[in-house]
Structures are given as C-alpha cells and as structure tokens.
C-alpha cells in the first residue's frame, strides 16, 4: 500500500523529544542502537564554470556587479549550476582538490569555510540527484519494509492542518515511497524509520546530511557501497 497520512497518536513516543533517551553522539536519535552513520547526500559539479575568476568579495557595487555578471554568464541561479549541467562529484574528490581531510567532519560546512564563508558557484544538487539517492537509501535498507515517514513543525518540516495552519504530519507506507515523499516536499522527513524500529533515519533543519540509526549488519552494507558516502559515527 503507497504511502498515506495517519493520524498522529503514540508512534512518535518512543522518540528522543519525547523520551529523552537519547544517542549521545546523536541527540536526534534514539539510543541503543549497534551503530550510528552520517550519510553524505550527492553534489554535482558544472565543471565549465571557472570558479577562479569568481568574485567571492561582495562588498561594493562593483564587486556585486561583477558576481551578477558571472551568474549571468554561467546560468547560475540563487548561487546554484544549472541542474542539467551538473556531474555527480564526491565529496572524497572535494576535500582533497581543497586540501581538506576527508573524515566524519567533512560537508558543506567545510566547502564553504574553504570559501571564505560562501558557497562555491561551481558546486549544486538537483532534484534529480536527490530523488535518486532516496531510491537508493530505500533499496539498500530494504524498500518493502513498513516505515513511518514524519514532518516536525519544530524543525522546518510541516503540512497544512485543518485549521489552515503549518502543523506536524506523518505517513506510513513501504520504505521504497521515500522518493516520492521527497518529491512532493523537496526534502527527507523529519524523520523516517522502521514500524519495528530497528533503524531511524533523522534529517536535520538546514543541515544537508542524514543521521541514522542501525544495526551493524545495516551500516557494514552502507559503508561497504563506494557510491555512498558515509562514515561510521560512535555513541
């Protein structure tokens, strides 16, 4: 059955704001389980765009007036590539073209700190992109698996309630819907996680990369597929 809305009523107790039982390491996430990863979702790169001749100085008309010109030139738009033009890089390749180490604490905190505090035009994601690496998630943590999918208001991730008004929302279905909830929202859930809850996937208000909470045998297999980015994170 595709995923559909379900009233909220004690699924969510189990939960770290309601429990406060939480993964040190994690606060988001439950404690208990075996293992703990950060996942890296995907960036592409317009590779034609001459990142050197960019004017990251942004302080006079003439310099705003130089950026306006580059964007214009190189389609870019809100400081992102076009989408067509973008090719899947990894973030591997990113921190050693900066010079950066590659390790847990690397993301897109660090490329814009590499940057002087601003993101690099040269650098994007795409619905598509995004859409994709749901689909994977999903295959690889197992997309027949019943799931709960669910939007904290507190953090960014609402619906329209009755009374017209941003309010929580939660939804069940197959894992295998995770694209398509991505799709409708432009974003993960809050949260997504197992109706057993033997793993919890958490997505931070304007942090790019997921949490999640697992077995061991679950987070081998993640690490162990190279086009997947993610590392091991201990409680």
Request: charged residues 15%; contains cysteine; proline residues 7%.
């Amino acid at each position: 059955m595709p995923a559909h809305a379900v009233p909220i009523t004690d699924q969510l107790a189990w939960l770290p704001a309601h429990t406060g039982i939480a993964a040190k390491i994690l606060p988001a996430l439950p404690a208990g389980y075996e293992a703990y990863l950060k996942l890296l979702p995907p960036l592409g790169i317009d590779r034609s765009i001459p990142v050197t001749e960019y004017s990251f100085a942004c302080r006079t008309v003439a310099e705003l007036n130089a950026r306006a010109a580059f964007w214009n030139e190189y389609e870019i738009v809100q400081g992102q590539p076009t989408a067509s033009r973008l090719q899947r890089i990894s973030y591997q390749e990113i921190a050693t073209s900066l010079g950066l180490r590659y390790d847990a604490d690397f993301g897109n905190a660090a490329i814009s700190r590499a940057y002087g505090g601003q993101w690099p035009p040269h650098l994007g994601s795409s619905p598509l992109l995004m859409e994709a690496f749901a689909q994977q998630l999903a295959l690889l943590i197992g997309a027949t698996t019943a799931a709960y999918f669910y939007g904290s208001q507190d953090e960014g991730n609402s619906d329209w309630g009755s009374d017209g008004l941003p309010a929580d929302w939660l939804a069940m279905g197959p894992l295998a819907d995770l694209p398509k909830v991505y799709r409708r929202d432009s974003t993960f859930p809050t949260y997504v996680f197992a109706a057993d809850h033997s793993w919890c996937l958490y997505q931070a208000e304007s942090v790019e990369w997921l949490a999640l909470g697992c077995t061991t045998s679950l987070a081998d297999g993640l690490l162990r597929q190279a086009d997947v980015e993610a590392f091991r994170l201990l409680d």
